[in-house]
């Protein structure tokens, strides 16, 4: 019976929800149908609308040309706005009839060319006043304004036939809704009609069995009285139970918590394990496990890589890279069971020896359980510790060395001053003529000598560019030849594609000369000395594993030198770039000249290294790094005449003498000379005649306020005026490089009389 009202309710609600749905779709069929009909009332209206554009434009043509009067306004043209604007409407409200939309566009083309090719000739006569022209050419266009016309009216006949076929659809779609909807409003009423029979029906049914449930009902009440006395019953021996349940429960629950915590502990202990044995066989220190008589029992694979065996090979063997376990703490009976960092030497599989650091621990509480043993390999350390010493020794002497020429500098700018001085004013025939000039050489070798030191130190001033080292070498060729004695044979293989690099010119000649000259100097009795050039390229691990100390990785252009002289042994080759240093007898060498080379080739950015052994020859192989840019053409340039002049320079330097020499040459050269002993006096005088002061030339290095402050503080506020620093200390200059070239040069100590006029002179001819 249910389930009959369940389906009956459910048809209903289906009816329901079908007249619910005929009724929007009427309305929405409503809506659908006004808005169609809208549009094509629309497009009748715009139809009829250029219908009458047209007959309005073609009567007001004709009563401009018959009335036949000049001053009358002419009539507008079929272009304008409006009439485009309501073709185009039309246009876009026929846009499902692409056949009446051709029409559109026709009757477009029509209304131009009426337009274009006949009113707008006749309007134009009509306006200068001849109308019959004008009535002549207009007649033959009124069968195209005709032919407009009529496709105006097609259009006008076709919107209007769109109209009534949309009318009649709607009106069918109207009646088929209402239709649906009378069917199913009377579907509603007959499934309501039944569905009220059959709840009356049930309600009867539902009377009957109420009454029989209370029958029931009363026998169940005294029923539950009997049960309600077993219930007590039942709940005494409920109680006795659970409160033996809750004593069995907590004794389970305690087992439980100590099982499980057994099992955490042993989960722990693996998980500790495991990452143990992780730890072991992933540490990059070689790790073994012994017992207590130096047995192996575990060896890690970098113990395999830094000795050769296996794991295979070294369980349950002594340990097989020791001579004997004499260094084991219980072998000598130390007490102590912990030790780091033992030194000792190990033996790898095949056969050779290396330096190991050793430490080792009980691996249990009871050292006699065994040891954990590691070792870590010496080499490298042992090599960087050698090759840190070398550069701090390098470092020290030519900090020595730069110290020492830069005093000396200072004594020789004197010495030769004066020296020159004297030469002009002693004859030439006066004895005392020559024993000056010989002091002037001799000033001029300790010159060349305090250079080399500032090259070794890498102190000197550099004027570097971008050369071609080939070219550098050909040009060279001829000279090097003159440098070796007869028996030495000298070729060069110079590679073609070779980079250009960023060198000063001379000082890279100087260092092909001194390789060549002690390459010369290898070979007394005769041999091959070759001259080789190529690109190279350091890659990172090249770096670490082919050089006895640090080098950057990247391009480069190697120059080597190789002899096949009498070579060298290591303690040779470990002191050649010392300064002072010779394997020559006394008197019959400097011990500068590789020194020199050194200087230069780290100055430049570049290394050397010497390959060679006794009886094999030597290698000398210089890496310098590849310029961005590339080599342009040397040039010498003129060397101008030493002038002098009537400019006022300031003389700004702190060592008495030579302040005095500088102003004896520039007074006796012409110049007026102002003088300064510091940089703040010098900005002093700067300030009350800067207008007369047409040069300041001032030293680097002084007390209070170097020279480079000075040259920038008197560029601030003076930015017209030049600069010349002098020193004879360069590392100073080169630190202060970036003020060079800005108004601002140099002149390195010592110099001449002649160099320092000269210097000046160019500087005011190149600011005037």
């Known amino acids: 019976m249910r389930a009959v009202v369940r389906r009956l309710f459910g048809l209903g609600l289906l009816a329901l929800g079908g007249v619910i749905a005929t ?89 131009a060319r009426w337009d274009t090719t006949f009113v707008a000739p006749a309007l134009a006569a009509g306006r200068r006043g001849d109308f019959d022209t004008a009535r002549r050419d207009a007649v033959p266009g009124m069968p195209l304004a005709d032919s407009a016309r009529a496709v105006a009216g097609d259009l006008i006949q076709r919107a209007m036939r769109r109209l009534a076929l949309r009318d009649r659809s709607m009106v069918v779609l109207r009646w088929s809704s209402a239709a649906v909807l009378v069917v199913e409003i009377t579907l509603l009423f007959l499934i309501m009609r039944r569905m009220r029979a059959r709840l009356l029906g049930q309600a009867d049914e539902m009377f009957q069995q109420q009454e029989y449930l209370e029958l029931q009902a009363t026998q169940l009440e005294e029923q539950q009285g009997e049960l309600e006395q077993q219930m007590q019953v039942l709940q005494t021996l409920t109680s006795e139970l659970e409160m033996s349940n809750a004593e069995l429960g907590a004794a389970l629950s305690a087992a439980d918590r100590a099982s499980e915590a057994l099992r955490d502990r042993d989960a722990e202990l693996r998980r500790t394990n495991a990452r143990l044995g992780r730890l072991f066989e992933a540490a990059p220190l070689a790790v073994c496990a012994v017992d207590a008589a130096g047995v192996v029992q575990r060896w890690n694979p970098a113990a395999e890589l830094m000795f050769g ?239 006895s100390f640090a080098v950057r990785p990247g391009e480069y252009v190697l120059i080597a030198v190789t002899d096949t002289g009498h070579g060298m042994d290591e303690a040779t080759k470990s002191r050649i770039f010392e300064p002072f240093f010779t394997t020559k007898d006394r008197h019959k060498g400097t011990g500068l000249g590789l020194s020199t080379v050194y200087g230069i080739v780290k100055q430049s950015g570049g290394y050397i290294r010497v390959i060679s052994e006794p009886a094999e020859g030597s290698t000398f192989e210089v890496y310098l790094p590849v310029a961005d840019s590339a080599a342009t053409p040397a040039g010498q340039p003129a060397r101008p005449a030493a002038r002098g002049g009537s400019e006022t320079v300031l003389v700004v330097e702190d060592d008495d003498g030579i302040r005095a020499v500088i102003k004896r040459i520039l007074e006796r050269a012409g110049h007026r000379v102002i003088e300064a002993t510091n940089g703040a006096e010098a900005l002093r005088i700067c300030e009350k005649s800067a207008d007369s002061i047409d040069l300041v030339l001032s030293d680097i290095a002084m007390p209070e306020m170097q020279g480079p402050d000075l040259a920038r503080r008197i560029r601030e506020r003076h930015p017209d005026m030049a600069m010349l620093l002098m020193s004879g200390y360069a590392e100073s200059a080169s630190q202060q490089g970036d003020f060079l070239g800005d108004g601002v040069e140099f002149l390195g100590k010592p110099f001449s009389p002649d160099a320092l006029t000269r210097k000046i002179r160019h500087i005011l001819d190149g600011a005037a």
């Open 23 to 111: 009724l929007t779709l009427i309305v929405i069929v409503q809506l659908m149908s006004r808005s169609e009909i809208v549009q094509g009332r629309q497009v009748v209206l715009l139809a009829r609308d250029v219908h009458t554009l047209l007959v309005d434009r073609q009567s007001d043509v004709r009563g401009y040309l018959l009335g036949a009067d000049a001053t009358a306004p002419a009539p507008v043209g079929l272009g304008d706005v409006h009439l485009d604007r309501t073709l185009e409407a039309l246009r876009t409200g026929m846009a499902d009839e692409p056949d009446a939309q051709a029409r559109v566009d026709a009757l477009r083309v029509l209304a």
């Open 309 to 547: 065996w296996a794991a295979a090979d070294a369980i349950g063997q002594r340990l097989p890279m020791l001579p004997g376990t004499a260094k084991l703490p219980n072998a000598e009976g130390d007490a102590r069971s912990v030790k780091t960092d033992v030194p000792g030497m190990a033996t790898r599989k095949d056969g050779s020896t290396l330096e190991v650091s050793m430490s080792w621990g009980p691996l249990d509480e009871d050292a006699s359980q065994g040891f954990i043993v590691t070792f870590t390999d010496m080499t490298d350390r042992k090599r960087l510790e050698a090759q840190l010493l070398q550069a701090q020794k390098m470092e020290a002497v030519g900090r020595l060395a730069g110290g020492v020429a830069h005093d000396f500098n200072n004594m020789l700018t004197a010495i030769k001053s004066y020296s020159q001085l004297l030469l002009q004013d002693v004859a030439t025939d006066d004895a005392r003529h020559k024993d000056i000039q010989e002091i002037d050489l001799a000033a001029d070798r300790a010159a060349r000598l305090t250079r080399q030191l500032l090259a070794f130190s890498r102190q000197q001033m550099l004027q570097p560019r971008v050369l071609d080292v080939n070219q550098t070498v050909s040009e060279m060729e001829k000279m090097l030849q003159r440098l070796l004695l007869k028996d030495i044979t000298l070729s060069t293989r110079l590679a073609s594609d070779l980079h250009a690099v960023r060198a000063d010119a001379g000082q890279l000649e100087q260092v092909i000369v001194n390789l060549v000259v002690n390459a010369r100097d290898a070979m007394p009795d005769g041999g091959r000395l070759t001259v080789r050039t190529q690109n190279v390229a350091i890659d990172a691990a090249s770096a670490r594993e082919g050089w």
